[in-house]
């Protein structure tokens, strides 16, 4: 099945630095959506994103709408331990009901 | 307001075997969506449900059906089990028409033998 390309797969980072991942499609999206999975549960909706060059935060989290409206961005600052996880993107077209998930990003946090 | 439920959240069933999965979604959410997780192919769209119609699938096979039900409650089957069904099974529901954010529920974990 069709999946968006998610970048970095993986990284540790120390706690306290900041985080940055993105997604990027090659067709256009007009809503994007970033969640966090915690093993075993299902995933939970950070934030979603509805106009191209929309900058939305939740927190220390923030996540922006690529003005080509093929990529998103999602940024974490001051990086804390419960932050580890996998992050993944969503997107869909306009005038559809699907959303296309990317690949993930494993967050790891080194205390 | 409840999030969305699902039952069960585990389950061990053998090569051959059929299985129904339910999800109750969000308070006044009328879209299901359901998703197939495994840690090869990720999130993969199986089908989204609105008003007990069936509106999108994705590219499984036949054995793999659904329905929703009058109080948007719905329902996954997946018929003649194989191996390769093992997976984290999730629903998501939206409000409104549907094309809004879609909120997870916990999940089913199919283990098939």
């Known amino acids: 099945g069709q999946q968006l390309n998610q970048s970095p797969q993986s990284m540790f980072i120390q706690e306290g630095e900041d985080v940055s991942m993105n997604c990027t499609s090659s067709s256009i999206f007009n809503t994007w959506l970033w969640y966090k999975q915690d093993p075993g549960e299902g995933p939970v909706l950070l934030i979603a994103l509805y106009k191209a060059g929309e900058l939305t935060s939740n927190g220390r989290l923030t996540a922006q709408f690529g003005i080509t409206r093929k990529d998103s961005f999602l940024n974490i600052s001051a990086s804390i331990p419960s932050d580890v996880g996998i992050y993944f993107c969503a997107g869909r077209h306009s005038g559809t009901y699907k959303y296309i998930f990317g690949t993930g990003t494993r967050l790891k946090v080194l205390a | 307001k409840a999030g969305v439920t699902q039952t069960p959240r585990y389950l061990i069933k053998t090569r051959g075997q059929q299985v129904t999965l339910s999800c109750s979604p969000i308070s006044g959410h009328r879209s299901v969506s359901w998703y197939q997780q495994t840690p090869g192919q990720g999130l993969q769209f199986l089908f989204e449900y609105f008003s007990e119609t069936q509106r999108n699938k994705g590219n499984f096979p036949g054995r793999f059906s659904g329905r929703q039900f009058s109080n948007s409650r719905s329902e996954m089957n997946v018929s003649t089990l194989e191996l390769g069904d093992s997976a984290l099974y999730l629903c998501?529901?939206?409000?409104?028409?549907?094309?809004?954010?879609?909120?997870f529920g916990p999940g089913t974990r199919l283990t098939v033998l």
């Open positions: 998501a529901s939206s409000g409104l028409e549907g094309n809004n954010e879609q909120f």
